[in-house]
């Protein structure tokens, strides 16, 4: 199967190069030149069919490539989830919770980060390219977990991760500085989030750099999440959701079901629009936004509009602006017209807005719904599930929640996805059902244990015990130095 680039249809690359290079040249995003169709029968077969099987089957669609090996790389990925990686959760009738967050670090990006670093290697062997891969991450908390513990342990690849020193969570910083393994490496950054993504951006385009890290061995990769190899895994668990419904004969196959799915960088949503396009029974998407609703808005309007504040909210991985992935959408809607796509990506970014014209926008609106919640709807959801049913979700997931009851139609199945352990943001969760935070991150967790019943994944409990390992803290100067050093490491194993 052929990629090309939404600005660039002549831009053409196999699976394995798109997963390797990430983005094309001109900025644009790699997408399936076809979309692979599955038959009713083969969907029926995911019913009871493990999570990885439907896993090497859906990536394998989009990869042939790497067909044969994909079994094990996704035996590989999903053994490092607690059970199922996407089990489904009915809370009450007619509404059924998609937890994504059993993975190694509890939350959704694990289902795609587990298992990019193995797509990596598998691209690069295709290619005969024996270098070692070493992925520079920004982050400022979540992802960077994610990615180390993606990467650690996957031979030919490697992760330095820089996060803003004082502007994570305690808890984030403990999961980071603890990660073991040869091939990873942390350090703290005097500075904010954005002075650490600009130098790393800065390290990609240094040529010094470059030439220093190549006589090492080593080049420089992105994982982010506009890469085709993280946007594919996450096709998967629509599918096997639908095939739970059906399997415990909730549904007959062929009836329509909706997802209502908490949105930042439009990732996860696109993958459920992917699926639908596969042939997956799928209704409604319904794109929920927290109050940086500019999806929200878009969806309803046509027009997206960036120019506008930027809130803090208690759903930190939704507060975005500008939605890479939206850039996929727009090129299908448009009916893959990869000018207009380039002009209204350059839109964007000379005056912070652009339009599509009232029949894509009208196309649009037949399969998603949007809606936003204040940041009181989203607490008032957690604390409504936990009042009524007994269910306590996260504030990202609760935003999902507050969004669907505003917009959904009563009578179609509905499933909510949840894209965050409620212990990653106990304070929040707290708070929302009326008991107080401690004023530490360890200790609410234990509260809401206490008080919810819903034991502490270990992993959590055991980080104060665990060794830091890294407690550099470096200059915004010293990224590059710092990645010379990690590289020279590296080199000599
Ligand atoms: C990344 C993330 C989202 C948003 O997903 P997108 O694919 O960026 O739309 C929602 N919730 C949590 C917890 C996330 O980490």
Redesign the pocket.
């Known amino acids: 199967m052929k990629f090309y680039s939404t600005r660039n249809k002549k831009a053409e690359v196999s699976g394995a190069e798109a997963v390797m290079r990430g983005i094309s040249e001109e900025g644009g995003l790699f997408v399936p030149q076809s979309f692979p169709v599955f038959s009713s029968e083969q969907i029926k077969a995911f019913c009871g069919a493990p999570y990885e099987e439907v896993a090497t089957e859906i990536i394998g669609a989009f990869l042939p490539e790497l067909k044969n090996e994909l079994p094990e790389y996704t035996r590989a990925a999903y053994s490092r989830f607690d059970g199922d990686p996407a089990p489904l959760v009915k809370v009450c009738d007619n509404t059924y919770v998609l937890e994504l967050w059993h993975g190694p670090t509890h939350?959704?990006?694990d289902i795609a980060l587990t298992l990019l670093p193995h797509l990596l290697q598998g691209s690069k062997k295709l290619a005969g390219n024996s270098r070692t891969t070493l992925i520079p991450v920004a982050t400022s908390g979540?992802t960077g977990k994610a990615a180390l513990e993606g990467f650690s342990g996957v031979s030919g690849t490697a992760v330095a991760v820089f996060y803003p020193f004082g502007g994570v969570s305690d808890l984030q910083r403990l999961q980071m500085i603890t990660t073991e393994g040869d091939n990873v490496f942390v350090a703290a950054i005097k500075g904010n989030f954005d002075d650490a993504q600009t130098a790393v951006k800065k390290a990609f385009t240094d040529a010094e750099l470059k030439e220093k890290l190549a006589k090492l061995g080593i080049e420089l990769s992105s994982a982010n999440?506009i890469n085709f190899g993280r946007l594919a895994p996450q096709v998967t668990y629509y599918f096997t959701a639908y095939a739970d419904l059906v399997e415990g004969k909730q549904i007959r196959y062929g009836d329509k079901v909706d997802f209502c799915?908490?949105?930042?960088?439009?990732?996860?949503?696109l993958a459920g629009y992917y699926a639908r396009k596969m042939g997956l029974p799928v209704g409604r998407l319904i794109c929920a936004s927290n109050i940086n609703n500019v999806l929200a808005d878009f969806i309803r309007t046509g027009t997206y509009d960036a120019r506008r504040e930027f809130h803090k909210t208690s759903?930190p991985?939704?507060d975005?602006l500008v939605?890479s992935?939206l850039e996929r959408l727009i090129f299908d809607l448009s009916g893959e017209n990869d000018e207009l796509t380039a002009a209204r990506m350059a839109s964007l970014k000379e005056s912070g807005m652009y339009s599509v014209t009232p029949k894509e926008s009208e196309d649009m609106r037949k399969i998603f719904a949007a809606g936003y919640a204040s940041e009181e709807e989203a607490a008032n959801a957690i604390a409504e599930y936990f009042d009524e049913y007994g269910y306590i979700m996260?504030p990202?997931t609760a935003v999902a929640a507050a969004v669907a009851k505003k917009t959904r139609e009563k009578k179609t199945l509905l499933v909510i996805l949840s894209?965050?352990s409620p212990h990653k943001f106990a304070a929040s969760v707290l708070k929302a059902i009326d008991e107080s935070p401690t004023g530490n991150e360890l200790k609410d967790l234990q509260k809401l244990e206490d008080v919810t019943a819903l034991e502490v994944p270990e992993s959590l409990i055991n980080l104060p015990a665990k060794e830091k390992i890294f407690t550099d803290c470096i200059k915004l100067g010293e990224v590059n130095g710092a990645l010379v050093s990690f590289a020279e490491r590296l080199g000599k194993k």
Do not use: E, L, Q
């Not at 799915?261 to 949503?269: A, Q």
């Open positions: 939350a959704f990006k979540d999440s799915v908490p949105s930042g960088n439009f990732g996860d949503i759903s991985s939704m975005i939605s992935n996260d990202h894209t965050a």
